[in-house]
């Protein structure tokens, strides 16, 4: 039992681990604790049963080290650039919380006191004897409490949620990917600005009041951009290093994701700049299994989760296509891309019908050379009436004009009704209460 220290009943604003490699700490009373790599370099295990935790301090772990908290009242944690893999609260109360710039992945919130996860059970049943039983009986709290918490650019992968309240707290600029949530999850005034969602399950959950990012096309237009640049300069890269052969080990996706959180931390550093860092970002879902949980109270999260999960497949099955409608109008949901784009259009039009090689006729001054400002609202004439207008081309090269120019038009006029009309024709499938019923035809 050298390796293993045990506190029962103390109350002490210092945690002292020596040399040893566990550390357990029962209905005890903990103020002001710092636990670092460098403090606390032996140490691969800390359990908190039953405790008072005030104002305790977790930065710079690298080491893996495993923490469980369980049946605690936890006030002022501060998580900061640590990694750590096995991260637990299991029937805890946390207030006045934050995880900032850390990798927690298999990070559990529970409130099952009866079934701590891994051997935790097995090990404190045989140190605390006789104090077990009651540790874990299913009576002593039905749920766990996450209130006025903070995440801030973390990475929450194999996250598992089970029968907690996650009150008036935020998810900011997180990559949270295998998200499982199980029964009786409630989020309420919530902040999910900036997260990202992977390939997760929201099970039996409630949402009410949440706060999202649909993001501004402006954005989603120069975060395209930029990952065409990215791309292109890793190829480069991978050609120069591979000596004159093209290869794709360096992979683009993750560096954009790495370059977008340093751009993200560093302004974040400023303090002027967090409203415009939240503005800017876009929570995304991608492959979200949503069936179980209720948006009742949140339809417009519903919806836009809905969207996302349609793009996504968009684009792995119409790539061309889900190009072509995101510079054109954000896949159908933006007035302003599709304005913007069409003024593009017109305005190239009216440059190829200004050239020597077009030539209209019945039209007042056209075919003899006007000004800049007849052709534009040629143009434009022809984009919105579709052709129907007193001229003639007098030659087939722009009558392949007119036609190209007509048929554009045709496909900004469907989608401009697709963004007027989609809304409403969805306000039929509105997410109904956490019922049976409603469950089945949300998906639908």
Known sequence: MEDQKIIENEKFDSLDTGEHKEIICNNS?????????????NVKECIFVN??????????????????????KVRELLIEDSY???????????FDSKFENSNLPGLIFSGDTGKPPGDALTKIQKLLKK????????DLINESVI???????????DMLVDQTNFVDSKFKHCHIEQLKIMNDVVFQNIDFSGSKFIESSLGNCVFRKIKFRKGFFLVSWLDAVLRKLLSTACLFVNFVLCKGHWNRSIKTEGSLMHFRRFLKRFLYKCNKFHVLVDLISITNFREIRYKEADFSEEYHFWLHIQDLDFIHTFKERHPIFASITFWTSNHMRSFGALFFSSLFVVFVFSLLYSTGWTEFIYWANVGERGAAETYFYLSCKIFTNFG??????????????VI?????????????????LF???RRSSMPQSNTKKGNEEQRD
């Open 29 to 41: 009373e903990l103020d002001n604790i710092t636990l670092t790599d460098n403090a606390n370099i």
């Open 51 to 72: 405790s008072t935790i005030r104002k305790m301090t977790v930065s710079g772990i690298e080491s893996a080290k495993r923490i469980i908290f369980i049946n605690c």
């Open 84 to 94: 750590l893999p096995h991260l637990q609260f299991i029937g805890c109360d946390i």
């Open 131 to 138: 104090n077990s039983k009651k540790v874990f009986s299913k």
């Open 147 to 157: 209130n006025r918490t903070e995440f801030l650019f973390c990475d929450l992968n």
């Open 388 to 401: 129907i207008d007193p001229f003639d081309a007098a030659n087939w090269k722009t009558e392949f004009l």
């Open 404 to 420: 190209a120019e007509i048929m554009i038009g045709y496909f900004a006029l469907g989608t401009l009704l697709s963004i007027i």
């Open 423 to 425: 809304p409403f024709s």
